[in-house]
């Protein structure tokens, strides 16, 4: 097919935050020869976008650049160690440029999209699933009949952690801060659903004084040290950012006493190493977001024009579910 020269793109420019984001027009790339020029269809809004707009994030990208981590549409244009061929149906992440009419993606992060899986749907699971069972599963160990509490559990990545949890036969406590949260949280799976204020508390009734196995925390702030308490013997705190601002400190003799674990889940850094191959990760849980398994909760579609909004409602977290951009009309 004959590709277009330009293409529109939501650039970040200054480093000012959501609000100083343009949309604008960039010529299209080429691909090297273990790279795919994928024409993007839909990508999902997530947290590494915000700190993106601010230059926060732990990747620093020389400005100005496209936002976006992740995306689903076709491949059209593919070098010789690609690992994938034009017309072929993908999602794909990577660690920016996703918010674009068309993308680059090198052979690790080209993720080959089952067919039943939309495309709305696709560019809302691979950094939430992928993360989640990294954070569980490798970094946390879980295992079957385990319980679990997952702060900020109506989001992307927390309604991704709670179907982890569910997919190893744990039970999962949901701390979700409204009704709607607690009922996105309960469509993903989640067994009970509990407000943040007084969390520590409700944990100890629902567990009989025991506290759970594993706390998975993308919030931080004030919450922390609560969560510790919440821990059984051997339990593990993940650690998988800070979308309360703040970051909290340890005192390590709690842990000592307690027999317990703080655990970094920087499963984004690890990816922009190559440290791990999120396509072999991917494809070993391929069956189970075929099956259903892994469904995002209920989208948000915004347009290319409108990606600036939408990322500031997922800053200042008045977004529930998970946003989509959608870059043209199928």
């Known amino acids: 097919m004959s590709l277009p020269r330009l293409m529109r793109a939501v650039r970040n420019i200054d480093n000012t935050g959501p609000a100083g984001l343009q949309v604008t027009e960039i010529p299209v790339p080429a691909p090297a020869a ?36 992740e995306f689903a549409g076709v491949v ?6 690609a690992g994938v061929t034009p017309g072929q149906r993908v999602a794909a992440i990577g660690a920016f440029g996703a918010f674009a009419e068309y ?50 559990a109506a989001g992307g990545l927390g309604t991704a952690l709670v179907q982890r949890a569910k997919l190893a036969s744990a039970r999962v406590i949901a701390v ?13 799976g989640a067994d009970e659903t509990i ?9 100890r009734e ?17 919450r922390f040290t609560d969560s510790l308490r919440s821990l059984a013997t051997d339990g593990r705190l993940l650690v998988l950012g800070f979308t309360g601002r703040s970051i909290p400190t340890v005192k390590v ?50 347009s290319l024009a409108d990606a600036p909004a939408a990322v500031a409602s997922l800053d200042d977290r008045s977004a529930v579910g998970k946003l989509i951009i959608r870059t043209r009309e199928d």
């Open 34 to 69: 273990d790279q795919a020029l994928i024409e993007v269809h839909c990508a999902g809004v997530t947290f590494p976008d915000v700190l993106q707009t601010r230059g926060d994030y732990q990747l620093r990208i020389p400005l100005p650049f496209t936002i976006g981590c």
């Open 253 to 302: 003799n709690r842990l000592l006493l307690t027999n317990t674990a703080v655990i970094g889940v920087a499963w984004g850094g690890l990816m922009a190493t190559g440290a791990i191959s999120p396509r072999d990760q991917w494809e070993s849980l391929r069956e189970a977001i075929g099956s259903g398994a892994f469904r995002p909760p209920a989208t948000a579609i915004h």
């Open 103 to 152: 993308a680059l993606v090198g052979r690790k992060q080209v993720l080959p999209l089952p067919d039943e899986i939309s495309f709305e749907d696709a560019a809302a699971l691979p950094m939430n699933v992928l993360t989640a069972d990294f954070a569980l599963a490798h970094r946390g160990g879980i295992r079957a009949g385990e319980s679990v509490l997952v702060h900020g």
């Open 206 to 222: 629902l567990t009989d004084g025991r506290g759970v196995d594993i706390v998975a925390d993308p919030v931080g702030g004030d």
């Open 176 to 188: 979700v801060s409204s009704d709607e949260k607690a009922a996105v949280a309960r469509a993903a």
């Open 76 to 81: 059209v244009a593919a070098g010789p160690d």
């Open 195 to 203: 407000a943040p204020d007084g969390f520590l508390q409700a944990v």
